[in-house]
């Protein structure tokens, strides 16, 4: 049997209004399930089978639901913490129960993030063996050097079995405090950095701008968000990854 959803959270879900705004207008009358008028919220409906009106107006089941957050420092790339903050916290009323984030970022890295239900495509993007090219702003304590641009290039141990994989390095400015964009492959715990450590340098700022074709919008405030647009989940679900 499809999972049965309370009317309610089913109309706030599909960005009908907030959780007050839907009650409101259930208990004005204005929604129809099937031909019939529903004025209760805890009412359960089955999303796939019934169908739902506002006003006469069919509200469509919209099952996955992608979401592009501008993550900010101090908040943790979980679906729930005991203790801190999470991304999913960050949607407040979009907050559906079944979004999680497509990898993580650490407690104080900022940057694109993408929230979903959408299992098979999070795996897509994250399963070890597809490459798919992140690539974040970084600002280190340090200059760097053509020597740095080599050893990403090449791939620098870092402690685990294998050394990274080969990422690119570009610097911006160079100086005590360096700036570059690095783009890497894979998607290890601190990895970046991680691999800056390795060659001496500490990382004392860093941001995502992009997971494969989904680009960090640059309107969007750090921590904001919004849905992606039809043609960036189609980028999405088209990007063909190299395999390992
Ligand atoms: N590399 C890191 O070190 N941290 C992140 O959050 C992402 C990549």
Same mark, same amino acid.
């Given at each position: 049997m499809d999972k049965q959803l309370r009317l309610d959270k089913f109309l706030a879900d599909m960005g009908i209004g907030t959780r007050s705004e839907v009650k409101q207008y259930i208990r004005k009358g204005r929604i129809k399930i099937n031909d019939q008028i529903c004025k209760t919220p805890e009412y359960?409906?089955?999303?796939? #089978? &019934?169908?739902?009106?506002?006003?006469? *107006?069919?509200?469509?089941?919209?099952?996955?639901?992608?979401?592009?957050?501008?993550?900010?420092?101090?908040?943790?790339?979980?679906s729930?913490?005991?203790?801190?903050?999470?991304?999913?916290?960050?949607l407040g009323e979009k907050g559906r129960k079944d979004l999680f984030p497509v990898g993580r970022l650490d407690k104080d890295t900022e940057g694109l993030l993408l929230i979903t239900n959408d299992g098979d495509l999070a795996h897509r993007l994250l399963s070890p063996k597809?490459?798919?090219?992140?690539?974040?702003?970084?600002?280190?304590?340090?200059?760097? #050097? &053509?020597?740095?641009?080599?050893?990403? *290039?090449?791939?620098?141990?870092i402690g685990d079995d294998k050394p990274t994989l080969p990422a690119d390095l570009s610097v911006l400015a160079s100086g005590e405090?360096?700036?570059?964009?690095?783009?890497?492959?894979?998607?290890?715990?601190h990895q970046i950095k991680r691999m800056f450590e390795a060659l001496g340098k500490k990382v004392i700022y860093?941001?995502?701008?992009?997971?494969?074709?989904?680009?960090?919008?640059e309107d969007l405030p750090c921590g904001s968000f919004r849905e992606l647009t039809e043609q960036e989940i189609s980028l999405l679900k088209n990007y063909k990854t190299e395999e390992l």
């Amino acid at each position: 049997m499809d999972k049965q959803l309370r009317l309610d959270k089913f109309l706030a879900d599909m960005g009908i209004g907030t959780r007050s705004e839907v009650k409101q207008y259930i208990r004005k009358g204005r929604i129809k399930i099937n031909d019939q008028i529903c004025k209760t919220p805890e009412y359960k409906l089955s999303p796939q #089978t &019934d169908a739902v009106f506002l006003d006469d *107006r069919r509200i469509e089941y919209n099952k996955f639901i992608y979401i592009m957050l501008n993550k900010p420092r101090c908040v943790v790339s979980a679906s729930n913490d005991g203790r801190s903050q999470t991304v999913i916290d960050l949607l407040g009323e979009k907050g559906r129960k079944d979004l999680f984030p497509v990898g993580r970022l650490d407690k104080d890295t900022e940057g694109l993030l993408l929230i979903t239900n959408d299992g098979d495509l999070a795996h897509r993007l994250l399963s070890p063996k597809k490459l798919v090219d992140k690539i974040y702003y970084v600002r280190v304590a340090g200059r760097l #050097t &053509d020597e740095d641009k080599t050893a990403f *290039r090449e791939g620098i141990d870092i402690g685990d079995d294998k050394p990274t994989l080969p990422a690119d390095l570009s610097v911006l400015a160079s100086g005590e405090i360096s700036e570059a964009q690095v783009c890497i492959r894979e998607g290890r715990y601190h990895q970046i950095k991680r691999m800056f450590e390795a060659l001496g340098k500490k990382v004392i700022y860093l941001k995502r701008l992009s997971m494969g074709p989904l680009i960090l919008d640059e309107d969007l405030p750090c921590g904001s968000f919004r849905e992606l647009t039809e043609q960036e989940i189609s980028l999405l679900k088209n990007y063909k990854t190299e395999e390992l």
